[in-house]
C-alpha cells in the first residue's frame, strides 16, 4: 500500500478523492477488508435442505456456500482444484456433490474431493479437497470470513443475537429480494448508511414513522420517554431483551451494532403509514408493537427487523466504480402471498428509502469525483458513525 494515499486523511474528515477511484486501492480494500472481516452472505432460509448452495463474490473470489445432509453450512473456495475453473455456476442450485463442469472431479458438501476420473495410482484425492472459507450461521443469518485467522466470530454473535434471536428470520421465507446496481463506489454507500444526518431532508416517508431524527427535538423530549418506557415493560413481557432498547443509533460496539426502537406512537411498523403490511406476525408474536430490531455490521451488512417483516441488505463490491447492493424482505414462514401480504408492499417502505439514498449517492459521487473535491469535516454531533466507520476503514487499510 503506497502509503502517501493514507497521509492525505485527516481524521475527523472524509477520505480523500482517490478512496473512492483507485484500481489499486479498491484492490487493497479488497484483499485486507472484504478477505479479512465477516461478510453477510445471505440467509439460513436461502439453503433450507441438505445439497443447496448458493454463490457470491467476496472480495473478488467466488465462493460456494452449502448445506450438508447435517444441517451445517460450509463455505469453499468456488475454485477447482485440478485447473481451476469455478465449480457450481450457477447462483442458486442443489446437489448431491459438487461436480466440476470442466473435468467432472466432484466434491462432498464438505469440500473433500471423492472423485477424479483418469488421474493415475498415484493421485492422492485427500490433498486435493476445496479449499475452506469460515462460514458460520446464528439466528437465519450466514456469514463468511476468507481469513485464515478470522477475528473470533463470537464477540458479533453474541452481540447481535439477544436482540435478533426473537425475530424469527431463521423460521422466515424470502417475500423479496431486489438487487441495486449502482455505479458508484461501495463507501458511499456504507458511509451514507452510518448517519441520518441527511434524513430530514431526504426521507420524508422514513421519518414520519421513526424518531431518528427528533432525539433532539424538546417538543418530542416527552413522548419519546414515554413511549420506551411503555415500550420496554411490554417487550420484557413478551420475553424479548430490553437491555438496548433506545432510540440511538450509535455504535455498540467496535464493528457492529444492534439494538431495539420503537417506532413512532400510534404506529407499529415500518411502512408508509406506520400499520402492519404482512398479516401473520413474524417469530409467532402476539403484539405487533414490536419495535424495529436494527442490526449493523462492518463490512456488509444492515438489518431492520419489524414484527411483521424483516429487510436486511448485503453489498458487494465490484470495482471502484460498482456496487451492487442486495436488498432481502422476509415474512413468517405461515404467510401466503396474495392472502398476508403483497411483496411490493411489504418492500415499497425500505425500496424508497434506498432508491433515495441511492439519489443521494449518485449526486455525491459527481462530487467526490471531480477535481473540485476536498474532503470536508464530520459533524460530531449528527456524523459520529461515519467517522467512526472510516477510521475503522483507515486501520484496516494500515493507518
Ligand atoms: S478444472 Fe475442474 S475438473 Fe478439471
Ligand atoms: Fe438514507
Given at each position: ?8 486523511y ?7 478523492r482517490?478512496f ?8 487493497e480494500e ?9 461478510f ?5 432460509i ?24 447435517d444441517?451445517k453450512?460450509?463455505?469453499?473456495h ?7 475453473s ?17 473435468h467432472s ?6 469440500g473433500q474431493l ?10 492422492d484425492?485427500?490433498e486435493?479437497?476445496?479449499?475452506g472459507?469460515?462460514?458460520?450461521e ?13 477475528s ?6 453474541d452481540?447481535l443475537?439477544?436482540i ?5 428470520m ?6 423479496l ?6 455505479d458508484?463506489?461501495?463507501k458511499?454507500?456504507v ?5 441520518c444526518?441527511?434524513c ?37 413481557k413478551a420475553?424479548l431483551?430490553t437491555a438496548r ?8 460496539a467496535?464493528?457492529?451494532?444492534a ?9 407499529v ?27 449493523n ?28 447492493v442486495r436488498?432481502?424482505?422476509l ?7 396474495g392472502r ?5 408492499k ?5 425500496d424508497?428509502v434506498?432508491?433515495?439514498d ?7 459521487w459527481?462530487g ?7 474532503p ?7 456524523e459520529?458513525?461515519?467517522?467512526r ?11
Amino acid at each position: 500500500m503506497n502509503v502517501h494515499w493514507l497521509n492525505g486523511y485527516r481524521p475527523g474528515y472524509g477520505l480523500p478523492r482517490d478512496f473512492y477511484t483507485n484500481a489499486d486501492i479498491f484492490a487493497e480494500e479488497q484483499e485486507r477488508i472484504f478477505r479479512n472481516n465477516w461478510f453477510f452472505a445471505g440467509h439460513s432460509i436461502e439453503l433450507p435442505k441438505s445439497g443447496d448452495y448458493m454463490t457470491l463474490n467476496v472480495g473478488g473470489a467466488p465462493v460456494v456456500v452449502v448445506r450438508d445432509r447435517d444441517g451445517k453450512v460450509h463455505a469453499h473456495h468456488n475454485v477447482c482444484r485440478h485447473r481451476g475453473s469455478i465449480i457450481c455456476t450457477k447462483e442458486k442450485g442443489k446437489a448431491t456433490r459438487l461436480v466440476c463442469p470442466y473435468h467432472s472431479w466432484s466434491y462432498a458438501h464438505d469440500g473433500q474431493l471423492v472423485g477424479a476420473p483418469m488421474m493415475g495410482e498415484s493421485f492422492d484425492k485427500a490433498e486435493h479437497g476445496l479449499k475452506g472459507v469460515h462460514a458460520e450461521e446464528f439466528d437465519g443469518l450466514i456469514f463468511v470470513n476468507l481469513s485464515d485467522t478470522p477475528s473470533p466470530f463470537d464477540e458479533l454473535r453474541d452481540h447481535l443475537s439477544p436482540i435478533l434471536k426473537s425475530q424469527g428470520m431463521n423460521r422466515a421465507k424470502i417475500a423479496l429480494i431486489r438487487d441495486y446496481e449502482l455505479d458508484l463506489n461501495w463507501k458511499l454507500v456504507v458511509e451514507n448508511n452510518r448517519e441520518c444526518y441527511h434524513c430530514e431532508a431526504n426521507h420524508h416517508g422514513y421519518v414520519s414513522v421513526q424518531y431518528d431524527t427528533e432525539n433532539d427535538n424538546p417538543d418530542l423530549k416527552g413522548e419519546i420517554t414515554e413511549r420506551l418506557a411503555d415500550c420496554a415493560i411490554r417487550w420484557e413481557k413478551a420475553g424479548l431483551d430490553t437491555a438496548r432498547v433506545n432510540t440511538s443509533s450509535d455504535y455498540t460496539a467496535e464493528w457492529f451494532r444492534a439494538n431495539r426502537t420503537p417506532v413512532r406512537k400510534g404506529m407499529v411498523t415500518e411502512s408508509p403509514d406506520g400499520q402492519l403490511v404482512c398479516d401473520v406476525l413474524m417469530a409467532g408474536f402476539s403484539d405487533p408493537d414490536m419495535g424495529t430490531a436494527r442490526a449493523n455490521t462492518n463490512i456488509n451488512f444492515w438489518c431492520h427487523a419489524n414484527s411483521d417483516y424483516a429487510h436486511t441488505v448485503r453489498i458487494t463490491p465490484v470495482s471502484p466504480t460498482k456496487t451492487i447492493v442486495r436488498g432481502y424482505w422476509l415474512v413468517d414462514e405461515n404467510a401466503v402471498e396474495g392472502r398476508d401480504y403483497d411483496p411490493e408492499k411489504v418492500a415499497a417502505f425500505h425500496d424508497e428509502v434506498m432508491s433515495e439514498d441511492w439519489e443521494i449517492c449518485r449526486r455525491q459521487w459527481i462530487g467526490v469525483t471531480s477535481p473540485g473535491f476536498q474532503p470536508g469535516p464530520y459533524s460530531p454531533l449528527k456524523e459520529q458513525n461515519v467517522d467512526r466507520y472510516v477510521r475503522w476503514y483507515a486501520r484496516q487499510m494500515g493507518a
